[in-house]
């Protein structure tokens, strides 16, 4: 069914939503709320902080005034609370406000937090009387992931309509999950999900809609990697047998490997020389030292002559394995020679190191996933490392076997913790090495857990850093303002933060949705030391070292799951110097503070994340989604091990015929399969 047939949606609103990917009435009712704007109770003027979006109960001193600026109206109010607390008010073009607005009335009011001459400010906020206010406290609304110029609220307008068309009353129908799986494991209706998942009904409603899409969507990837039938290690190909330059090497490194390093080397060490092909996970906390156990593979590699590759996620990491690679290279006097590959990179630059490839003038070329598997023609490749690879690379290894030759060996290095049941069921037939130890650390990171009116120490704490010649992170969990979102974000943050810190402190912002050449350009300077405080999103939650950065800081912190946090804390406590984590919270029911002090008393990620999910239970209502790792859109690795068990146990009896599937429902889960194969599959 067509957009425009929806009231509201004109074709240029419809030109809006294709290009966000939003072609029809299915795609929109599957576009689930990224979040819901919660109701929270008002807090005080004095606790809202430095808060980019703030609810607060109080009364307006005196009467609006209104003033104009060329054509800009601007209406401005004093507001305060019953803790004496006061803040300034203002409105644009809004001039009926100061006859609707009474003094002495008892309001609650919603709106973002600014910061003008040295004091803040809160900017176009919503009104409610305590009466109205009493009524939604407590209440969800749909936020919805935005598209330039469709408003939340032509959104969740047209979702509304949407869920009373033909097209919603014939979900059910084109249910791709058979209908005994979904009686057999008790999964809702699809349809009652979808339902739940726009306006939840209850808490209990919003669980079984979200197991349901976890369901099926692990589901479809478990039957889809069952299906594939990679089934590398039976396969065999040519032996790398360990070198002693590799050997000589790693002594000469100025510490000595852990002992779980060193474990984990003599299993590859064993696989590389099997004459089978390798497919190993390894998992490691961050700062495990995983990068030189990988390159103790890649190095047997190149010294018995073949080509390896080394990829990342990312274009910063990329360039920072490179580094890391090329200076150790030179150090010790390998005779190796590494090179670095990456989208953004001039033509003739890529030209050069293709050349350089087929040639065999390079022994392990590092880039990022893509560019590696779609572009490159290696002379002779053995050996594929997949650092934090964040699905399991199952299309990629067909991708690459199918560049003719012997199936390279595959390894794949992850930070994310993963119970050993559930890594069973995720990574099919890979082997998995754990290496359980950190290597002995100077000084072990010091923890705080605090609310939004600790930022002046905070502030004050990260100057004196700074001048101390050191850096520092802070962490918002939003790229940018989101109505209604009551979280701080990265664009808003860092003006604040411009005029909060002193002038000449060097302040640089860096989230996913920027261009890649633009992220690599701040992350350089911010391992440079050009930029001293770096405002970002948890794309710098992977892999990114900076060991001159001893502080940082996570607002909303109680937005994030643990393993998330954990991950963010990895970043610092990599120098020689004393490290500070700072988790801001204005969550500060018990719950919460217990939650984030896990953290305080635990620095073992696969310790944090059990405990977190013992903790939240399963289907908690939290917005920002609690872990990117793997990047599932509705699976969550930590929540749903339970779901993935009874997924992967429908898809083995459907598989055997123990579960027999009449033809419709095959068809239906045949056709699934190929339309999503190549989301699902990375
Ligand atoms: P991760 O497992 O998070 O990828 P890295 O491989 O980046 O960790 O290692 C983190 C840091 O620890 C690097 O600077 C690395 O040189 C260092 N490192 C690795 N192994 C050891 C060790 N055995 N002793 C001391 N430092 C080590
Ligand atoms: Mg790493």
């Known amino acids: 069914m067509q957009l425009t047939q929806l009231k509201g949606i004109g074709k240029k609103t419809e030109e809006l939503l294709e290009k966000a990917g939003i072609h029809d009435v299915m795609d929109l009712l599957f576009l689930f709320p990224r979040d819901y704007e919660v109701f929270y109770p008002p807090l005080t003027i004095g606790e809202i902080g430095y808060k980019t979006f703030a609810t607060i ?6 009467e609006i005034t209104e003033r104009r600026v060329k054509k800009l109206s601007i209406s401005q ?14 409105w644009f073009n809004a001039p009926f406000i100061k006859n609707t607005v009474k003094t002495g009335v008892p309001y609650v009011l919603r709106g973002r937090v600014s910061r003008k001459y040295q004091a803040r400010q809160i900017d176009q906020p919503r009104l409610y009387s305590l009466a109205e206010y009493d009524l939604l406290e407590g209440n969800l609304q749909p936020i919805y992931p935005l598209t330039k110029g469709v408003s939340n609220q032509l959104i969740t307008k047209c979702v509304r309509q949407a869920l009373q068309t033909e097209a919603f009353a014939r979900i059910d129908e084109q249910d791709f999950i058979p209908e005994s799986v979904r009686r057999e494991y008790g999964l809702m209706l699809r349809s009652s999900a979808v339902r739940n998942l726009h306006f939840p009904e209850d808490k209990e409603a919003y669980q079984k809609a979200v197991q349901r899409m976890s369901f099926e969507e692990i589901f479809l990837f478990i039957y889809l990697m069952k299906r594939s039938g990679t089934h590398t290690k039976e396969q065999t190909t040519l032996r790398i047998p360990a070198d002693p330059r590799t050997r000589a090497f790693l002594k000469g490194l100025p510490f000595e490997l852990t002992d779980a390093q060193k474990k984990v080397i003599k299993e590859l060490q064993t696989d590389l020389d099997s004459g089978h092909v390798t497919s190993r996970l390894i998992q490691g906390d961050v700062g495990s030292g995983k990068t030189l156990v990988a390159l103790a593979s890649l190095m047997d590699a190149a010294f018995a002559g073949y080509q390896t590759a080394l990829m990342a996620p990312t274009e910063v990491l990329a360039a920072q394995h490179y580094e890391t690679i090329q200076k150790l290279f030179r150090e010790q006097k390998t005779g190796l020679n590494a090179a670095l590959l990456t989208g953004s990179m001039t033509a003739l630059e890529k030209k050069a190191v293709y050349n350089a490839l087929e040639d065999g003038r390079i022994d392990i070329l590092i880039g990022t996933h893509a560019l590696i598997q779609e572009k490159v023609h290696f002379s002779n490749l053995a050996l594929v490392v997949t650092d934090e690879q964040h699905r399991f690379g199952i299309r990629q290894r067909e991708a690459l076997a199918a560049k003719g030759g012997s199936t390279p060996h595959m390894i794949v290095m992850s930070a994310t913790p993963i119970p050993r049941t559930l890594a069973l069921i995720l990574y099919g037939d890979m082997d998995v090495s754990v290496i359980d130890e950190l290597p002995a650390r100077r000084l072990p990171i010091k923890n705080a857990v605090v609310d939004d009116s600790f930022h002046e120490n905070a502030y004050r704490f990260i100057t004196n850093q700074v001048k101390a010649g050191h850096q520092a992170y802070i962490i918002c969990p939003l790229v940018e303002y989101s109505e209604g979102l009551d979280a701080a974000n990265v664009e808003d943050y860092t003006e604040m933060l411009r005029q909060a810190l002193d002038p000449s402190i060097r302040i640089g912002k860096l989230t996913g949705p920027m261009p890649p050449a633009k992220k690599n350009e701040i992350m350089t300077k911010f391992s440079n030391g050009e930029i001293d405080v770096l405002v970002s999103t948890t794309v710098v939650e992977v892999g990114v070292d900076v060991p001159n950065a001893t502080v940082m800081m996570v607002e909303d912190a109680n937005r994030f799951g ?30 919460a503070m217990e939650r984030l002090g896990i953290l305080k008393s635990s620095n073992n990620g696969f ?17 920002v989604k609690q872990s990117g790792a793997l990047s599932f859109a509705n699976f969550d690795l930590y929540r749903d091990g339970q779901i993935a068990s009874e997924a992967a146990e429908a898809v083995d009896r459907i598989l055997s015929g123990s579960l027999p599937l009449t033809q419709w429902e095959k068809d239906a889960l045949q056709q699934q399969c190929e339309s999503s194969r190549n989301t699902i599959l990375l």
Not at 78 to 90: H, I, M, N, P, T
Not at 607 to 623: F, H, N, T, V
Request: glycine share 14%; with cysteine; hydrophobic share 35%.
């Open 562 to 591: 643990l393993a998330t946090l954990h991950q963010l804390r990895g970043r610092v406590g990599r120098g020689a110097d004393q490290s500070y984590c700072i988790f801001v919270s204005n969550n500060r029911s018990p719950e």
């Open 607 to 623: 310790e944090i994340a059990a405990k977190d999910l013992e903790m939240r239970g399963p289907g908690e209502l939290m917005g």
């Open 77 to 90: 109010g004093v507001f305060q609370d019953e803790a004496g607390g006061s803040v300034r008010v203002v």
């Open 57 to 62: 109960r109080g009364v307006f001193t005196q």
